[in-house]
């Protein structure tokens, strides 16, 4: 017997998000109390971050509203404290908070535009380097190993410290955050091109990619509309760990000094701020970004290691 049922009673197709929602990947999101935890989290310090100008109780690149009175007060927690710091001053009479909201916006800004940098690279590269073989190949694998033989803060102290000798001084401070994003994210690329490469690999020996090549479609649209995102769940579990890499590696370079300007300070130039009064007494101007840098890093570290296990197919 043939459907009598009217075609305007038929149930709607579900929505992409709908989809999403039933996906197994928000199922395993929601079995992991884990990954809810440090994606909880890393959207806070996001939100606090991008919304720094707005809800900071000051701000603390205004001259006008330093008072050296407040210089070195306490968290409020302890004797000599006051409510309206509550995580204390710093040397300059600065609410510690308030320095705190603003350096997370430029070490986030930082190694988001680092990873973006390294990623574009890295899979550009990869999926040249594993479609086209041969010399090309060779080239871009040698060139990778070479990179590999050093290590990533040797090359981000190369890149930095040969931009401040060749750009004149006041260039050099104007480009100082992109010079430390370029910085990190080339030392960073070798990462995405050689997993992407792999994949790749295998990728192009497939059917649909015969079936491409036989209707004439050309190599570059095969990448990146065919292959491409066959091997983005690999590049996903990388960007969220070099997402972390990269703050440790900003803060690295900033607590050495060379790093991005003190006019915009990032957790590394306050952690290095307060490790010249550690020993005096102020431990909470160091110990605070320390703390908020230990807790940002570790909310990524936690995330990129549940997606690892989501990608990873010997788990399913």
């Given at each position: 017997?043939?459907?009598?049922?009217?075609?305007?009673?038929?149930?709607?197709?579900?929505?992409?998000?709908?989809?999403?929602?039933?996906?197994?990947?928000?199922?395993?999101?929601?079995?992991?109390?884990?990954?809810?935890?440090?994606?909880?989290?890393?959207?806070?310090f996001v939100l606090v971050a991008l919304?720094?100008?707005?809800?900071?109780?000051?701000?603390?690149?205004?001259?006008?509203?330093?008072?050296?009175?407040?210089?070195?007060?306490?968290?409020?927690?302890?004797?000599?404290?006051?409510?309206?710091?509550?995580?204390?001053?710093?040397?300059?009479?600065?609410?510690?908070?308030?320095?705190?909201?603003?350096?997370?916006?430029?070490?986030?800004?930082?190694?988001?535009?680092?990873?973006?940098?390294?990623?574009?690279?890295?899979?550009?590269?990869?999926?040249?380097?594993?479609?086209?073989?041969?010399?090309?190949?060779?080239?871009?694998?040698?060139?990778?190993?070479?990179?590999?033989?050093?290590?990533?803060?040797?090359?981000?102290?190369?890149?930095?410290?040969?931009?401040?000798?060749?750009?004149?001084?006041?260039?050099?401070?104007?480009?100082?955050?992109?010079?430390?994003?370029?910085?990190?994210?080339?030392?960073?690329?070798?990462?995405?091109?050689?997993?992407?490469?792999?994949?790749?690999?295998?990728?192009?020996?497939?059917?649909?990619?015969?079936?491409?090549?036989?209707?004439?479609?050309?190599?570059?649209?095969?990448?990146?509309?065919?292959?491409?995102?066959?091997?983005?769940?690999?590049?996903?579990?990388?960007?969220?760990?070099?997402?972390?890499?990269?703050?440790?590696?900003?803060?690295?370079?900033?607590?050495?000094?060379?790093?991005?300007?003190?006019?915009?300070?990032?957790?590394?130039?306050?952690?290095?701020?307060?490790?010249?009064?550690?020993?005096?007494?102020?431990?909470?101007?160091?110990?605070?970004?320390?703390?908020?840098?230990?807790?940002?890093?570790?909310?990524?570290?936690?995330?990129?290691?549940?997606?690892?296990?989501?990608?990873?197919?010997?788990?399913?």
């Amino acid at each position: 017997m043939m459907d009598q049922t009217p075609a305007g009673l038929l149930a709607p197709a579900p929505s992409a998000w709908h989809r999403f929602l039933d996906s197994d990947f928000v199922f395993s999101f929601r079995q992991s109390p884990t990954a809810m935890v440090a994606a909880a989290v890393l959207l806070l310090f996001v939100l606090v971050a991008l919304l720094a100008p707005w809800i900071a109780p000051q701000n603390p690149f205004d001259p006008a509203a330093l008072e050296l009175i407040n210089s070195r007060i306490p968290p409020a927690w302890l004797e000599g404290g006051q409510a309206r710091f509550p995580l204390g001053t710093d040397g300059q009479g600065r609410d510690l908070l308030s320095v705190l909201m603003f350096g997370l916006r430029i070490s986030l800004l930082v190694s988001f535009c680092a990873t973006l940098f390294a990623l574009a690279v890295g899979v550009t590269l990869g999926l040249i380097s594993g479609y086209a073989g041969g010399r090309i190949d060779n080239l871009i694998m040698r060139l990778a190993d070479m990179q590999l033989s050093f290590p990533t803060i040797l090359v981000a102290l190369l890149i930095d410290g040969l931009s401040r000798a060749l750009l004149p001084r006041s260039v050099h401070e104007q480009l100082a955050l992109w010079v430390v994003v370029f910085a990190i994210g080339i030392s960073t690329w070798v990462q995405y091109a050689r997993t992407v490469r792999g994949a790749t690999l295998v990728e192009k020996t497939k059917d649909y990619v015969h079936a491409a090549r036989l209707i004439g479609m050309g190599p570059l649209r095969i990448l990146f509309k065919h292959v491409l995102p066959n091997v983005l769940g690999p590049v996903l579990v990388i960007a969220t760990l070099s997402l972390g890499l990269g703050i440790l590696t900003e803060a690295t370079l900033s607590f050495l000094g060379l790093g991005v300007p003190p006019t915009s300070p990032s957790l590394g130039t306050l952690i290095r701020i307060g490790n010249e009064v550690l020993f005096s007494g102020e431990w909470w101007v160091t110990v605070m970004p320390g703390a908020c840098l230990v807790v940002l890093v570790l909310a990524i570290n936690l995330l990129g290691d549940w997606l690892r296990d989501v990608f990873n197919p010997k788990l399913k």
